[in-house]
Every structure is written in C-alpha cells, then in structure tokens.
C-alpha cells in the first residue's frame, strides 16, 4: 500500500507556472501507473495526466496537451506534475493517484489510491 501527499499548489496569474510533488511512501511509486487528475467545483473527476509503470511513458489530457509535463524522480519517491502557460479554466483540486493493475489510464475509479489534493488558482 502507498500513501501519497501532494504540494505545490496556489495561486498564480493567467501565463504562469506552478510544479506540483506528490511524494509516496510506503511502496515505491515506480511499481505504479502515476496519474493527475482535477476536480474544479460542481464538476467530475478530469484526467490530466499519467506516468507509466517501468518505461515511464506518458500520456496527457486533451487540455493540458503541452502545456503540462508528468515525470518521476524513483530516487526521491516522488511524482511531478510542471504546470505551464496556466489558465483561469486550469482552477481546480490536483490530485495525485497510484493504479496498482492494468487499467485505462484516464478513468479514475481504476486508480486505487489517492493524495488529499491541493489547489490550484488561476487568476485572469
């Protein structure tokens, strides 16, 4: 089992950028398809994005499609989310997510364990 706690968020203008951590602890977060998602008020869980397991290939939502870069530090059990060229519309609780078996990447209820979340706003 993995624990995960995010940081990094806040608040910053329109054009900006932010680099969120989620650090794990408990396992290692390289046995694990990391993953983002977002969940601005009133709407569903978004995908933004996720790192595989072992070759750590990447994939993105259609949003955030490079503007938004996924990595991961195995060395310092943490997982990275570099926020670029934000948008008031990028307002939204960031949570880190550990997927533990084979599943479709960008639906959240295949990630088995969650961060608390950290905000992030967007100002215009």
């Known amino acids: 089992q993995v624990q995960l706690v995010e940081s990094g968020g806040g608040l910053v203008q329109a054009g900006g950028s932010l680099r969120l951590s989620c650090a794990a602890s408990?396992?290692?977060?390289?046995?694990?398809?990391m993953g983002w998602f977002r969940q601005a008020p009133g709407k569903g869980r978004e995908f933004v994005a996720r790192i595989s397991r072992g070759l750590g290939i990447t994939a993105y939502g259609d949003s955030v499609k490079g503007r938004f870069t996924i990595s991961r530090d195995n060395a310092k059990n943490t997982v990275y989310l570099q926020m670029t060229s934000l948008k008031p519309e990028d307002t939204a609780v960031y949570y880190c997510a550990a997927q533990s078996s084979i599943g479709v990447y960008s639906d959240f209820s295949k990630y088995d364990y969650w961060g608390q979340g950290t905000q992030v706003t967007v100002s215009s």
């Open positions: 408990g396992s290692s977060v390289s046995n694990y398809a």
